[in-house]
Structures are given as structure tokens and as C-alpha cells.
């Protein structure tokens, strides 16, 4: 797709939605989660079983992706926030936020908060760096709170009803892989809306989009 054609539909949409993977943080210099920390493939460290019993080495990963908190967002990032396109994110940086966008739903969780299954206190993240393992005031240890692989997604029901009701649907960057993430298209679709696929270059194309003119009034 052209930016101008992206244009259009962006300016002919009235509920625009996107869902958003990986891919449109590489951008800004960020990995997938295709890759291995120390030998060990970060898939198999961010579960819940690997969590409970090596929790020294899920830490030292988690601080290392704590290091995405100095990312800046890319075009692609701003030109949704700018075009007022809500957004499903099955990402953890919280790039979106940061170029301005206010209407996220984060499924897999987020890189802000530490949180007690215990007694659901929350702290922050950055308490991962003053202790090794941090631990609540219950005694319970902290795990961040992001969505390990195997557990439940949040706001599944909220990103259904986004999807029922948007008129056009941007997947950008993911592979359409993970579920239950990957039936959001087709719920959208059903539903009467338009859906476009921008995997290869989207950070380019939106930097065009961005270039090329004012915002959607």
C-alpha cells in the first residue's frame, strides 16, 4: 500500500483500529522475541514454570529489557497517534504511549509495574533493579506484569468489542501467529470492516504517511 492510498483510508475511517506486533518496534531498535539471552532462548525463559524456579536468571533478563524504556517510537508510532487510530498492542514497550496515543490496549501486559499475585500490590519497575529478586511487603516475590507465555492475555474482551465495531483494521508487524491475538482480523472482517496487512517496511511507509500532509480532522 502507497501513503496516499493509507491516507485515504485513514480519512474515510471513522472507528480506525490497529493491531500491533513486534515488528513495529524493530524500528526503533528493539528485537522480537526470536532470539536467545545467555544461551537460552528468551521463549523459554519468559514462562511461568521457568519464573518460579530460576528466578535469579528471569530477573537478569527482565532487567536487560528494562533497557526498552529509553526507546524512542518511531514513525509508525507517531503516525497512528497523530491519525487517532486506537490501537491493540500485543507489544510490551509501551512505544505507543510514548508517541502520544491514548486509546492502548496492551494484551501482553506492560514493562511499568511489578505486581503481587499474592495481594495484587503494584510497584514499580524499577524496584527489579534495586533488588535481585524483588519481593513484596507480604513476602510474596514480584512478578512483572506482563503476560508470560502460557498465561491468559489481558483485556481479551475489550479488544473483541475495539475489533466488532472498527470500520478499518491495520495489522502491523506481527506474523499473525499467537492466538488468540490472530482472530482479531477476522472478528473485524465479519464485522464489516476493512482489513490491511503492513509487515515489511511499515516504519518507511508511515514515515511517507507523515510527511505527506496535515492530520485527519
Same mark, same amino acid.
Given at each position: ?36 539471552? =545467555?544461551?537460552?532462548?528468551? &521463549? ?8 518460579? =524456579? ?8 527482565? %532487567?536487560?529489557?528494562? &533497557? ?9 508510532? %507517531?503516525?497512528?497517534? #497523530? ?6 498492542? @500485543? ?5 505507543? @504511549? ?6 492502548? !490496549?496492551?494484551?501482553?501486559?506492560? *514493562? ?5 499475585? #499474592?495481594?495484587? &500490590? ?19 516475590? *514480584? ?14 474482551? @475489550? ?10 483494521? !491495520?495489522?502491523?508487524?506481527?506474523? *499473525? ?12 472482517? %465479519? ?7 503492513? =509487515? ?7 514515515? #511517507? ?9
Amino acid at each position: 500500500m502507497d501513503p496516499t492510498t493509507l491516507k485515504n483510508e485513514l480519512s474515510n475511517s471513522k472507528h480506525p483500529l490497529a493491531l500491533t506486533g513486534a515488528g513495529i518496534s524493530v524500528a526503533s531498535g528493539l528485537p522480537t522475541f526470536d532470539i536467545s539471552w =545467555n544461551d537460552i532462548p528468551v &521463549r523459554d525463559i519468559l514462562t511461568r514454570e521457568f519464573f518460579l =524456579n530460576q528466578p535469579d536468571i528471569f530477573y537478569g533478563l527482565y %532487567r536487560e529489557i528494562l &533497557r526498552w524504556n529509553d526507546v524512542q517510537p518511531n514513525s509508525a508510532h %507517531r503516525a497512528l497517534a #497523530k491519525y487517532s487510530v486506537a490501537i491493540i498492542t @500485543q507489544n510490551i514497550d509501551g512505544l505507543h @504511549q510514548k508517541a502520544g496515543s491514548k486509546n492502548v !490496549l496492551e494484551l501482553h501486559g506492560n *514493562l511499568r509495574d511489578l505486581i503481587c499475585e #499474592k495481594c495484587r &500490590r503494584i510497584y514499580p519497575s524499577g524496584k527489579a533493579l534495586e533488588e535481585k529478586i524483588p519481593h513484596c511487603t507480604c513476602g510474596s516475590m *514480584l512478578r512483572p506484569d506482563v503476560v508470560l507465555f502460557g498465561d491468559q492475555i489481558h483485556d481479551w474482551e @475489550q479488544a473483541v468489542e475495539q475489533a466488532q465495531k472498527c470500520d478499518l483494521m !491495520l495489522v502491523i508487524g506481527t506474523s *499473525l501467529q499467537v492466538a488468540p491475538a490472530n482472530l482479531l482480523p477476522g472478528i473485524a472482517q %465479519r464485522n464489516g470492516a476493512k482489513v490491511v496487512i503492513i =509487515n515489511e517496511d511499515s516504519e518507511s511507509l508511515f514515515k #511517507k504517511l507523515l510527511d505527506s500532509g496535515t492530520k485527519k480532522q
